[in-house]
C-alpha cells in the first residue's frame, strides 16, 4: 500500500515600521507621613516611530511588599483615554505613567517597600 499526501501553504505577512521606546521612569520614590498616596510620578517612556501612529498601552500592577513583610495594593496607569496614545507628526511620544499606594502604606511599620509594574505598547 503507498499513500501520497499534498500539502499547501499560505503565508502572509505585514510590514510594520520599527519602534523604539526609551524609558525616563522613576526607579525610587519617597512618601512622607500625612501626603497624599495617590498620583505618584512614575516618569514616563518616549516612543518613536511611524508619524501618527497608533499605540495601545496596557499597564499591569500588583502589590508593594514591605521589608517586615506587609504589602499594599499599588495601581499604575498610563494616564491615557482608552489606553490609546498616538504618536506625533515627527514620529514621537512621550507617555507619561502615575501610580497610587493604598493609603495604609502610611500607617504600617515598613520603611522600604518594592513592587513592580509591567508596561506592554501594542503598536501596529
Not at 499534498?6 to 525610587?28: F, K, P, Q, R
Not at 498610563?78 to 498616538?86: C, K
Amino acid at each position: 500500500i503507498n499513500a501520497q499526501v499534498t500539502v499547501t501553504g499560505h503565508a502572509t505577512a505585514e510590514i510594520v515600521e520599527a519602534v523604539s521606546a526609551t524609558s525616563g521612569t522613576n526607579d525610587l520614590l519617597s512618601l512622607q507621613q500625612n501626603t497624599p498616596t495617590e498620583n505618584l510620578n512614575l516618569g514616563g517612556f518616549t516612543l518613536s516611530g511611524g508619524s501618527n501612529s497608533i499605540c495601545s498601552v496596557v499597564v499591569n500592577s500588583g502589590q508593594l511588599t514591605g521589608e517586615n513583610g506587609n504589602s499594599v495594593n499599588f495601581t499604575a496607569n498610563a494616564n491615557l483615554s482608552n489606553n490609546t496614545g498616538v504618536l506625533g507628526n515627527d514620529g514621537s511620544q512621550v507617555f507619561n505613567f502615575s501610580g497610587a499606594a493604598d493609603a495604609e502604606i502610611l500607617s504600617q511599620n515598613d520603611n522600604n517597600y518594592k513592587g513592580q509594574y509591567n508596561v506592554i505598547f501594542a503598536y501596529n
